[in-house]
Nanobody, 117 residues
Framework: VQLQASGGGFVQAGGSLRLSCAAS????????MAWYRQAPEVQRELVAS???????KYADSVKGGFVISRDNDKSTVYLQMNSLSPEDTAVYYC????????????WGQGTQVTVSS
């Protein structure tokens, strides 16, 4: 299983970025997918998730600004991030869990997002 995250970068406050997570070695439609983030000296936190059925959940801190989506045909998950603030600065990680065994966890390598004030 490989999860390749991309799309991070440097952006000014109020700007937007779209992260992509390209999955290989799995049938994406059978996996619950999520984005996590980790800032320096802070515990990794769940940002958004989308179940294999398409049910979406968001952290309170990003509701209204971030949108998670998936394209099973392209085996890719996206995170559209709007109205970014410096507090969103972190390394963002893609996560995959098979719907038949949520105890399993697969992680991507992370992509850095830096938001300047």
């Amino acid at each position: 299983v490989q999860l390749q995250a991309s799309g991070g970068g440097f952006v000014q406050a109020g700007g937007s970025l779209r992260l992509s997570c390209a999955a290989s070695g799995i049938t994406l439609s059978k996996y619950d997918m999520a984005w996590y983030r980790q800032a320096p000296e802070v515990q990794r936190e769940l940002v958004a998730s989308i179940s294999w059925r398409g049910l979406k959940k968001y952290a309170d801190s990003v509701k209204g600004g971030f949108v998670i989506s998936r394209d099973n045909d392209k085996s890719t998950v996206y995170l559209q991030m709007n109205s970014l603030s410096p507090e969103d600065t972190a390394v963002y990680y893609c996560n995959a869990r098979p719907n038949w065994d949520p105890r399993r966890n697969y992680w991507g390598q992370g992509t850095q997002v830096t938001v300047s004030s």
